[in-house]
């Protein structure tokens, strides 16, 4: 069972930046394609940016060229840059392997002020 957990949110002005970080048990990590995602209230889950074991990476076209995913295989970690930070992007972002384990973690709230 791969044990997820996610840090690094908080408040936030619009145009500002934050690092979230996602630490994960289990050997299985650098094995598999990962992702982050994000739910705002009253909204379904959403997919923003995944990156394979190799490191390739792919975005939702409302955060390319202003998210960057990127992991440490090594470490069991993966991270989401958001920089140019928009009040849209307000949510609890989890990460999660591609599909999804069956657990989440309890998430991270970012909330960006306009």
């Known amino acids: 069972q791969v044990q997820l957990v996610e840090s690094g949110g908080g408040l936030v002005q619009a145009g500002g930046s934050l690092r979230l970080s996602c630490a994960a048990s289990?050997?299985?990590?650098?094995?598999?394609?990962m992702g982050w995602y994000r739910q705002a209230p009253g909204k379904q889950r959403d997919l923003v940016a995944t990156v394979t074991s190799g490191g390739r990476t792919n975005y939702a076209d409302s955060v390319k060229g202003r998210f960057t995913i990127s992991r440490v295989n090594a470490n069991n970690t993966m991270y989401l840059q958001m920089n140019s930070l928009k009040p849209d992007d307000t949510a609890v972002y989890y990460c999660n392997g591609i599909p999804p384990f069956r657990y989440w973690g309890q998430g991270t709230q970012v909330t960006v002020s306009s």
């Open positions: 289990g050997s299985i990590f650098s094995t598999v394609a």
